[in-house]
Each structure stands twice: as structure tokens, then as C-alpha cells.
């Protein structure tokens, strides 16, 4: 047990001296934040203008409606309605200053009065298939609460809409889940790599394999640090989160640290094989970081892996990022209980032993040959 310790203090040292390798698991991911958030947040109104050439009170009643189908996401309306005449609106349109334009014709009162088939022209922006689907979408939600305010039936089929969860979740985050196990990841990676580097370097390895004691009490240390600095990174990380976007696990934070740990044990171990092999810590410094990028972009750092298996690629199913995930957006978002907990706590445990299986028996076979 005094061994432990003094090697435990030694690991903590080397830590000391070089604290900026913590921040490896806190910087790149906060710019991958901010990237992120740039892209896929902000108001999500779609910017039209409504040119009303309608004689009766009905087109007016259209045109108030815009403002009152909102969405449920963020509580804005789905259009953003520009006050702008018809010939405006057209050269607006055309060049990519608004998304659309709704043309109410001259006789659509008479019609809706009459109850014949009123009818209105839409002219959208199509440059990519989502943003087609979210016009059609949009466009339908709004003729749905036309309907309903002039007081009458709507179309021929009436839906009922029913929500699992409590409350609806934008992109941004989605994505911060994933950006926060990826801090998790490169935390740990970095911190078991400098510690591994550090023993290179000092020539400390050459006394470990010298060693007539069983190396667990060497590599013991390094593992425990590593991990407490992953999770630490990444707890630091969903204070970002809580004071940006307002998620906040709860006490359901150990159930995070528990999966978001087992996956750190995984990484700390290639960590391992890898700070024991290399000769320059930057190129392996640089390996982590991109190694880890690719691992959260193909892993469901971009999207739910539950509703999308089919298009998650087979390599991803090789890393426990993938499989945990899911379960810490329910757990952080909506703290609410995974419904795979327990099968993908034992893929994780199952993915965490295997890695210190192999991870110690690598390096004690390295250090012993050092030796």
C-alpha cells in the first residue's frame, strides 16, 4: 500500500507540473460547441413575405395566422412574416433574402365564404430536401389553424398528436451530449498519455520493469487519475451546458459519471498502449484528438444512434461511445431513466474490462522488456 501511494503522488506531481493537459478534454470541445451552435441554432423562423390581393376579411385572417402557429420547440412562429409590397417581396425572393412567398388571390373569401375550394399559391426555396420537408410541413400547420379560426371542419382527416417525452429539444442539444462524452474521452486520453509519456521521458519505466513487484501498483495510479480527470472534464463541461442551454442532470449525475466513467476506462487503456509506444507527445497528442473526433462523429455525436442503427456505420459499434450516448442524453436532457440502461451498463462494463485486460497485459509485457 505505500508503494501505491508513493507512486500515486508522483502521477499527481507530473500532473501538476503540466496542467494545461487537463484543458485537452475542456478546449477543443468548447469550439466544437461553439461551432455547432452557430450552425444549428439561433431562431428557426423561416423569414416570407404574403402579398394579399384578397377583397374580403378572410385573406387578413390568413395572414394573422402566421403569427400564432407556433412552434412548440422554441416558441416562435414557424414564419416570419416581412412587411413587404409585391414587387419588394419578388426581388427579395429572388435573391435569397426570404425563404418564400404566399400569394392569397382576389377571390379567396368568396370562395371560403361560398365553401368551394379556396385556394392559395406557394412559392418556397428548395436548395436542399430538408428545408423543402420543414415549408411543407410548416406551411400545413398553418392552414390547419386558419381552419380553426374562422370555425371551420378541417380537412377530411383529423390527427391526434401524442409526445413520449415532456418536452421537445433542439440540435444544439443533442449534439452538446455527445460533445460532453467526448470530452469525457479526450480527458482521459490525455491525461493517461501524459502520464505514460512523462515515465518515458524521466526513464521512469526502466526502474517499473526492473521492478520484482507485480506492476498493478503501477499501473493503478495512472488509471485512477486519468479516469478522475476525464470525468472531471467532462463535469466541467455539463456546467457549460447548464449555464448555456439550461440542462442539468440532476442526481441523476452519477448515473452519468457511472456510464461516461466505464467509457473512459476504455479509452484510458489505448491511451495506455499508445503513450508506451511513442517517442513525441505532440504527434500522439495530435492522434488523440483526431482519433477521438472521428469516434464521436461516426458514434452519434451528431444524431441518436437509436433512431438511426441502420445508418451507423459497423465500425462505430467497436467503441463504447456509441452504445452510452443515447442513455446520457435521456439521463442530461430530460432526466429521465434510460430504457437500455442495464444492457448497455453491461456492454460498457463488458468493453471496459476487455480494455484493461489487454491494456495491462500490453504494458506489462512493455515494461518488462524495458527492463
Same mark, same amino acid.
Given at each position: 500500500?505505500?508503494?501505491l501511494?508513493?507512486?500515486? /503522488?508522483?502521477e499527481?506531481?507530473?500532473?501538476?507540473?503540466?496542467?494545461?493537459?487537463?484543458?485537452?478534454?475542456?478546449?477543443?470541445?468548447?469550439?466544437?460547441?461553439?461551432?455547432?451552435?452557430l450552425?444549428?441554432?439561433?431562431?428557426?423562423?423561416?423569414?416570407?413575405? *404574403?402579398?394579399?390581393?384578397?377583397?374580403?376579411?378572410?385573406?387578413?385572417?390568413?395572414?394573422?395566422?402566421?403569427?400564432?402557429?407556433?412552434?412548440?420547440?422554441?416558441?416562435?412562429?414557424?414564419?416570419?412574416?416581412?412587411?413587404?409590397?409585391?414587387?419588394?417581396?419578388?426581388?427579395?425572393?429572388?435573391?435569397?433574402?426570404?425563404?418564400?412567398?404566399?400569394?392569397?388571390?382576389?377571390?379567396?373569401s368568396?370562395?371560403?365564404?361560398?365553401?368551394?375550394?379556396?385556394?392559395?399559391?406557394?412559392?418556397?426555396?428548395?436548395?436542399?430536401?430538408?428545408?423543402?420537408?420543414?415549408?411543407?410541413?410548416?406551411?400545413?400547420? *398553418?392552414?390547419?389553424?386558419?381552419?380553426?379560426?374562422?370555425g371551420?371542419?378541417?380537412?377530411?382527416?383529423?390527427?391526434?398528436?401524442?409526445?413520449p417525452?415532456?418536452?421537445m429539444?433542439?440540435?444544439?442539444?443533442?449534439?452538446?451530449?455527445?460533445?460532453?462524452?467526448?470530452?469525457?474521452?479526450?480527458?482521459?486520453?490525455?491525461?493517461?498519455?501524459?502520464?505514460?509519456?512523462?515515465?518515458?521521458?524521466?526513464?521512469?519505466?526502466?526502474?517499473?520493469?526492473?521492478?520484482?513487484?507485480?506492476?498493478?501498483?503501477?499501473?493503478?495510479? /495512472?488509471?485512477?487519475?486519468?479516469?478522475?480527470?476525464?470525468?472531471?472534464?467532462?463535469?466541467?463541461?455539463l456546467?457549460?451546458?447548464?449555464?448555456?442551454?439550461?440542462f442539468w442532470?440532476?442526481?441523476?449525475i452519477?448515473?452519468?459519471?457511472?456510464?461516461?466513467?466505464?467509457?473512459? *476506462?476504455?479509452?484510458?487503456q489505448?491511451?495506455?498502449?499508445?503513450?508506451?509506444?511513442?517517442?513525441?507527445?505532440?504527434?500522439?497528442?495530435?492522434?488523440?484528438?483526431?482519433?477521438?473526433?472521428?469516434?464521436?462523429?461516426?458514434?452519434?455525436?451528431?444524431?441518436?444512434?437509436?433512431?438511426?442503427?441502420?445508418?451507423?456505420?459497423?465500425?462505430?459499434?467497436?467503441?463504447?461511445?456509441?452504445?452510452?450516448?443515447?442513455?446520457?442524453?435521456?439521463?442530461v436532457?430530460?432526466?429521465?431513466?434510460?430504457?437500455?440502461?442495464?444492457?448497455?451498463?453491461? /456492454?460498457?462494463?463488458?468493453?471496459?474490462?476487455?480494455?484493461?485486460?489487454?491494456?495491462?497485459?500490453?504494458?506489462?509485457?512493455?515494461?518488462?522488456?524495458?527492463?
Amino acid at each position: 500500500m505505500k508503494h501505491l501511494w508513493i507512486i500515486f /503522488k508522483t502521477e499527481f506531481n507530473v500532473w501538476r507540473h503540466d496542467p494545461i493537459t487537463a484543458m485537452g478534454g475542456i478546449v477543443p470541445c468548447f469550439f466544437i460547441l461553439v461551432a455547432f451552435a452557430l450552425l444549428f441554432g439561433g431562431r428557426l423562423s423561416f423569414k416570407i413575405a *404574403v402579398i394579399n390581393q384578397d377583397q374580403g376579411e378572410y385573406g387578413q385572417l390568413l395572414v394573422d395566422t402566421f403569427e400564432q402557429t407556433i412552434s412548440p420547440l422554441d416558441n416562435a412562429p414557424y414564419y416570419a412574416v416581412q412587411e413587404l409590397d409585391q414587387q419588394a417581396a419578388w426581388r427579395a425572393f429572388e435573391e435569397y433574402h426570404i425563404e418564400g412567398i404566399w400569394v392569397i388571390p382576389a377571390d379567396f373569401s368568396e370562395r371560403v365564404a361560398a365553401g368551394g375550394d379556396p385556394a392559395v399559391e406557394m412559392y418556397f426555396m428548395n436548395y436542399n430536401d430538408d428545408r423543402a420537408k420543414n415549408h411543407r410541413i410548416y406551411s400545413a400547420e *398553418v392552414l390547419w389553424q386558419f381552419y380553426q379560426n374562422i370555425g371551420l371542419d378541417g380537412p377530411p382527416i383529423a390527427v391526434r398528436e401524442e409526445y413520449p417525452l415532456p418536452e421537445m429539444v433542439d440540435w444544439v442539444s443533442i449534439i452538446s451530449v455527445g460533445i460532453m462524452l467526448l470530452s469525457v474521452t479526450l480527458g482521459s486520453i490525455f491525461n493517461m498519455f501524459i502520464l505514460t509519456y512523462k515515465a518515458q521521458t524521466g526513464k521512469v519505466t526502466l526502474e517499473y520493469g526492473l521492478s520484482p513487484r507485480s506492476l498493478g501498483w503501477v499501473l493503478a495510479p /495512472k488509471l485512477v487519475l486519468a479516469l478522475l480527470f476525464g470525468l472531471a472534464t467532462g463535469t466541467i463541461f455539463l456546467l457549460i451546458i447548464w449555464v448555456w442551454l439550461g440542462f442539468w442532470p440532476g442526481w441523476q449525475i452519477f448515473t452519468v459519471w457511472m456510464l461516461a466513467g466505464l467509457v473512459a *476506462v476504455f479509452w484510458t487503456q489505448v491511451a495506455l498502449v499508445f503513450g508506451l509506444m511513442a517517442r513525441n507527445y505532440m504527434p500522439g497528442a495530435v492522434g488523440a484528438v483526431l482519433g477521438a473526433m472521428i469516434i464521436f462523429f461516426i458514434g452519434g455525436g451528431l444524431s441518436m444512434v437509436r433512431a438511426h442503427k441502420d445508418a451507423v456505420t459497423w465500425v462505430a459499434w467497436l467503441f463504447p461511445n456509441t452504445y452510452a450516448v443515447d442513455p446520457l442524453r435521456d439521463l442530461v436532457l430530460f432526466n429521465a431513466w434510460p430504457a437500455d440502461f442495464w444492457p448497455v451498463l453491461l /456492454k460498457l462494463a463488458g468493453f471496459a474490462l476487455f480494455a484493461l485486460a489487454l491494456g495491462s497485459l500490453f504494458a506489462t509485457r512493455k515494461l518488462r522488456r524495458i527492463g
